[in-house]
């Protein structure tokens, strides 16, 4: 059972157990100018499951992802290992939930590496030779270790992508929700964080234009266009549909 620590008192998660780690029932979704970014969404994820999430851009991608956390809250019904995001819940399940963001620049905003990595384990209430001991690893995951001291914000954008996901992973969560992990990385980054995550024995929903990372790594496939879930099942067949992709916009790997 996880053990959330907060301010040093354990936190006790009963709900965990035998939940979904995601849960989406009849989500429907408008941005305030009235665009009606998701429609009527329903998706559920086991825990331990790797689901990739694809689609041309503007189908609505980051728009579901961002409702995992309670950053757009929407109509329906939403839980995080079996918790319904809602306000009072939302410290909790941003401590299930590793979000990485589209763009880096919505996640860094300390002055150095180290203090954007630190952060996370640091407002878990974590002891500071514990912070500093998962910061040093995420950095290590990441392949950034030298790169502690230096300004996050005058990165490159494969840099400040690969710090972001360390603050991600520096809290070690349950569930890893990244958006576009791969945008941006060079090839040898990108090799690095596939093997990565391909260690990584969690539950994780992966946005991605990368169908070359969804054959390698993702079991199960989620496709989605005009706001609307249009296909989910094996990632091995939907890939071999030509002609489905295609109407969506995919091309094969
Ligand atoms: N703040 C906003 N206000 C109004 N409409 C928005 C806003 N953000 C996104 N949209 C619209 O919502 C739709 C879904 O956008 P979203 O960013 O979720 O797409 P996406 O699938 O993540 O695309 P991409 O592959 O380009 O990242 C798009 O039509 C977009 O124009
Ligand atoms: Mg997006």
Do not use: C, W
């Not at 301010?7 to 709900?15: R, S």
């Not at 998701?38 to 790797?50: D, P, R, T």
């Not at 209430?125 to 514990?130: C, D, F, K, Q, R």
């Amino acid at each position: 059972m996880p053990i959330h620590h907060h301010q040093d008192k354990p936190l006790i998660v009963p709900h965990a157990v035998d939940a979904a780690a995601l849960t989406l029932r009849g989500v429907n979704f408008a941005y305030p100018d009235g665009h009606q970014a998701l429609k009527n969404i329903s998706l559920e994820i086991a825990q331990g499951e790797k689901v990739a999430l694809v689609g041309p851009n503007g189908a609505g991608k980051s728009t579901l992802l961002l409702q995992l956390n309670g950053v757009f809250q929407g109509e329906g019904e939403i839980q995080v290992m079996g918790l319904p995001v809602l306000e009072k819940n939302l410290p909790l399940i941003r401590a299930y939930v590793g979000m990485v963001f589209q763009n880096p620049d919505d996640q860094l905003f300390s002055p150095t590496v180290f203090e954007d990595v630190a952060f996370g384990p640091l407002h878990m209430g974590l002891a500071s030779a514990e912070v500093r001991a998962r910061a040093a690893e995420a950095l290590q995951q990441v392949g950034m270790e030298a790169y502690s001291e230096r300004l996050s914000y005058h990165l490159s954008l494969g840099e400040k992508k690969r710090i972001a996901i360390a603050t991600v992973l520096s809290m070690h969560p349950d569930i890893l929700v990244f958006d576009e992990p791969t945008g941006g990385l060079d090839p040898r980054s990108r090799r690095s964080l596939i093997e990565l995550l391909d260690a990584m024995e969690i539950t994780m929903l992966v946005s991605t234009h990368d169908m070359r990372l969804v054959q390698e790594l993702f079991p199960r496939m989620v496709i989605m266009d005009g706001g609307q879930i249009v296909a989910d099942g094996s990632a091995q067949e939907l890939l071999a549909d030509q002609a489905f992709l295609h109407s969506h916009g995919l091309e094969q790997p």
